[in-house]
């Protein structure tokens, strides 16, 4: 085996002006919702100028549960057009689909083998899902699929990955794997961070404040759904839930409802909390919810606009995509040549290479 003294990752991947970040969203839903946008994508947008960027489409992790491919195939482009939207630029970003770059694959096969199957089963997701239908109801690719998300990200040597809270606990995994791949083999991954904004790391259920808001939410109500019609929006805000308190004030304990909706405010009109707890002070819930559906209006209906014009020029989409698995297979080739002869795997042949 080679030496442990640690080395510089080799393989043409020499270090980048900008700091690289990667991330990755699932396609499986018809359109983000507003803890996606607030949580993830707008970060991604505003990272442009700082760092050296790989977003992609996580289309391999959505069928680690039962899916129908028509609507995979119409999500997939949903979601590019979604970040275009968003603002993230091709022109400065990277944006592939995972499926494209066969890479991810092949790395996540070596890590599987690096992680144990206790520990694989351990990690929280797989845990609760499985508790939730019972172990023979679960997909293999649902335990993987941590170690597929770690190939995902160690493949681009990212300092920084953008995510929610939720996916703090794959992040560390990741750092594991990457850890324990360096200490069995040589030194060959960057630890990545996990890079998570504080303010809006969680929006939250506006009819179930104390429950994040998800697309598996119970009841469509508690959901704003970006692409959603915005007079359904602005109605789904006027009638969050809320206390039997009048008072305007960011109490996540106590008004968990209105907290939220402040952060939301916040994070959408640019203005401090405490700036608007004193505006409306006086005031009551029904002010306050009805700027707020302004303001979030004034932001999904232009969202709207450009993602249904973006859809409607797919071969536009299609060479985005084309671009951005060519720029993530320049970096990700590279990565894995180095992992196979690491590993001890035979070179490919020369015309390969
Ligand atoms: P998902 O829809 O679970 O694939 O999540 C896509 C991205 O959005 C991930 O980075 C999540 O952590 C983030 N995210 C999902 N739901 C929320 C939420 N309610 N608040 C903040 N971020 C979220
Ligand atoms: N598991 C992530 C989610 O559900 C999506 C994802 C897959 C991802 N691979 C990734 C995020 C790599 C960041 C980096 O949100």
């Not at 507003?34 to 960027?53: C, D, H, I, T």
């Not at 002010?287 to 014009?309: C, S």
Request: proline fraction near 7%; glycine fraction near 6%; charge should be neutral.
């Amino acid at each position: 085996m080679s030496s442990a003294t640690p080395a510089e990752p080799t393989g043409g991947s020499a270090p980048a002006a900008r700091p690289r970040v990667l991330s990755g969203i699932q396609p499986t839903s018809d359109t983000i919702h507003l803890g996606n946008y607030l949580g993830a994508v707008r970060q991604w947008a505003s990272l442009q100028e700082e760092f050296e960027p790989f977003f992609f489409i996580a289309n391999q992790h959505a069928i680690t549960v039962e899916h129908d491919p028509k609507k995979l195939l119409e999500r997939t482009y949903r979601s590019v057009a979604q970040l275009l939207a968003a603002g993230v630029d091709p022109a400065r970003s990277a944006i592939f689909v995972q499926s494209q770059v066969p890479e991810h694959s092949q790395l996540a096969w070596v890590l599987e083998c690096l992680t144990g199957f206790g520990e694989a089963r351990r990690m929280t997701q797989f845990k609760d899902k499985s508790a939730k239908v019972g172990e023979g109801a679960v997909s293999v690719g649902l335990l993987t699929y941590p170690m597929l998300m770690a190939a995902d990200i160690l493949l681009y040597r990212p300092q920084y990955v953008p995510v929610g809270e939720d996916q703090r606990q794959h992040l560390e995994l990741t750092r594991d794997l990457a850890q324990r791949f360096n200490h069995r083999f040589k030194k060959t991954f960057r630890l990545p961070e996990a890079y998570i904004p504080k303010s809006t790391a969680k929006i939250m259920d506006l009819q179930e404040p104390r429950a994040k808001m998800s697309k598996s939410a119970s009841s469509p109500s508690g959901l704003i759904d970006v692409l959603d019609d915005p007079k359904i929006t602005a109605k789904k805000i006027r009638s969050a839930v809320t206390d039997s308190d009048t008072v305007v004030r960011f109490d996540e304990e106590n008004k968990p409802g209105i907290a939220n909706l402040l952060r939301i405010h916040s994070a959408l009109s640019g203005e401090e909390i405490p700036a608007l707890e004193e505006r409306y002070a006086g005031q009551g819930y029904g002010q306050f919810k009805k700027d707020l559906a302004d303001v979030v209006v004034d932001f999904v209906a232009p969202f709207r606009e450009r993602t249904l014009a973006l859809l409607d020029d797919r071969a536009h989409l299609q060479q985005v995509m084309a671009k951005g698995a060519d720029q993530a297979r320049a970096v990700a080739s590279r990565t894995l040549a180095d992992v196979y002869d690491r590993v001890g795997f035979v070179a490919p042949p020369p015309e390969r290479r």
